[in-house]
Structures are given as structure tokens and as C-alpha cells.
């Protein structure tokens, strides 16, 4: 099995790590993930973050910067540039970028399916992650131990941990679950995130299921992968309460 960070899009379809990042940026940017004035990694950090050379990471930024979503400039940051006028122009445009169906859904609904298939996922994936994966988790955890005042850097972390234990449970059709519900409510966990010590927990989370992995024991990856989607569930429902609160 091929376990880099784009293995199932690569047998999904026939398109260039170039693209899948762009789709991926620009998913980012549709569900909330990245925002108008957000500093994005550095073309070294991107490239290690999704697994690819930092000439498609340049090339993916370049292409980005098309359509007019990113400003790059050398010797500085690459920053957010589009906002929700722009972003509602490139959407029309764009059959590829669309936000997902699956926000049409209530929390609790997201939640217990989430629950269902990641749960599933652990279980799997503990029986048959090898040791290059339980390495590729652990740096994970390395990078994210220093993230804890890097909301934005943290949550495109967090999304490739779900998804490198998706594609370890060998499961094509759990892993297209698993990305697109956890694509569920993104600018809620964007804000929760931003929460003092949020980070914090869900990196020690973080940790336990990794434990569990590298012991190999499905019960326990369960139990880690439930308790983290508890934590997770409980958090941004908090937050999509207080802002019906406000709206009112």
C-alpha cells in the first residue's frame, strides 16, 4: 500500500501532486480552514507537512497565486489574500472547489457518524500500521508539541493525522468518510482552537491514540480514538451554541 499523504487521491484519479495540493488549499480556504490575512507555512514546512518536493509546493503556491487567492512575495510569508467576495467569484467558477454537502448536516448527526467510522478506523489501523507509519505519527507529534500558539499550522497538522491513520486502516471507502466529515465544521474548530490550552488537550489526545498504535492494540486505539472524538464533539458544539447565542 502506498501510505503517503496522497496515496487514495493518486488511485482516485490521475492528477499531479501539484493539483491535489492546490485542491487541497483551496478546500482549506472554502470550508474556513484558511482565512483572508492568514500566514501560510513556509515552502520547506509545507513540503514536509504533505509529503511532497518543495517544487510542487512551489508550483501549487504559484498556481494558488493565479487565481488570485495568495499573495507570495520572496523573502516574506506567504499570505491569505482572498476574501468571501473572491472566494464566492473563484466558487462559480470552479466545479472542484465547492464547499462540502456535509455542512447541511447537524453536529450531533456529524458526530455519531464520525464516531462510527473513526472508531473503525483505529481499530484497523492498529493491526496494520507498520513502523514507517508509527514514525511518520510521531514526527507528527513532534512538529504539533511546538504548534500549541499555531491554531491555523496546528489544524492543517491535525487534518493529515486523521487522515495518515485512514489510510493505514487500508479502507478506501472509510477513508472517504473520514475526510469528509471531518471536513465538518472547520472555522468552529478554527475558533475553539484559538481557546486557551485547546491545542494542548487535543495533542495529548493525540498522543494516547499513538500509543495505542504502536502497542497494536484495536481496543485501546478505539478507546483513544473515542475519547479524542468526544473531546472534539463537546468543544465545537459548545462553540456552535455561544455563537447562536450572540447571533440573537
Same mark, same amino acid.
Given at each position: ?26 478546500? $482549506? ?5 484558511? @482565512? %483572508? ?24 503556491? +504559484? ?7 495568495? +499573495?507570495? +512575495? ?20 470552479? =466545479?472542484?472547489?465547492?464547499?462540502? *454537502? ?35 505519527? *510521531?514526527? $507528527? ?7 500549541? =500558539? ?17 489510510? !493505514? ?7 472517504? !468518510?473520514?475526510? %469528509? ?14 481557546? %486557551? ?19 497494536? =492494540? ?14 472534539? !464533539? ?8 455561544? @455563537? ?5
Amino acid at each position: 500500500m502506498d501510505n503517503s499523504v496522497f496515496a487514495f487521491e493518486k488511485a482516485l484519479k490521475n492528477k499531479t501532486k501539484k493539483e491535489i495540493l492546490v485542491d487541497k488549499l483551496i478546500n $482549506m480556504l472554502m470550508t474556513g480552514l484558511l @482565512r %483572508e490575512g492568514d500566514l501560510l507555512p513556509s515552502e520547506r514546512e509545507l513540503a514536509q507537512l504533505f509529503e511532497v518536493s518543495r517544487e510542487t509546493v512551489r508550483g501549487a503556491l +504559484s498556481q494558488m497565486a493565479a487565481y488570485a487567492l495568495i +499573495s507570495v +512575495s520572496h523573502g516574506s510569508k506567504t499570505r491569505v489574500i482572498a476574501n468571501e467576495e473572491t472566494l464566492a467569484r473563484f466558487q462559480n467558477a470552479q =466545479d472542484t472547489a465547492k464547499v462540502t *454537502e456535509i455542512e447541511h448536516f447537524d453536529v450531533d448527526c456529524v458526530f455519531e457518524s464520525r464516531i462510527v467510522v473513526e472508531a473503525a478506523i483505529a481499530k484497523r489501523a492498529a493491526t496494520r500500521i507498520d513502523a514507517e507509519g508509527i514514525q511518520k505519527l *510521531e514526527r $507528527m507529534l513532534e512538529a504539533q508539541s511546538r504548534l500549541f =500558539d499555531a491554531p491555523v499550522y496546528f489544524q492543517l497538522s491535525d487534518q493529515n493525522f486523521h487522515k495518515l491513520i485512514s489510510e !493505514y486502516a487500508d479502507n478506501a471507502l472509510l477513508l472517504r !468518510y473520514a475526510q %469528509e466529515l471531518y471536513g465538518y465544521g472547520l472555522d468552529l474548530r478554527r475558533a475553539v482552537m484559538v481557546e %486557551e490550552g485547546a491545542i494542548a488537550r487535543s495533542y495529548q489526545e493525540h498522543v494516547h491514540i499513538v500509543e495505542a498504535l504502536k502497542r497494536g =492494540d484495536p481496543e485501546a486505539a478505539e478507546r483513544a480514538m473515542l475519547a479524542h472524538l468526544d473531546s472534539v !464533539y463537546r468543544t465545537t458544539k459548545e462553540k456552535a451554541a455561544r @455563537r447562536e447565542v450572540d447571533a440573537l
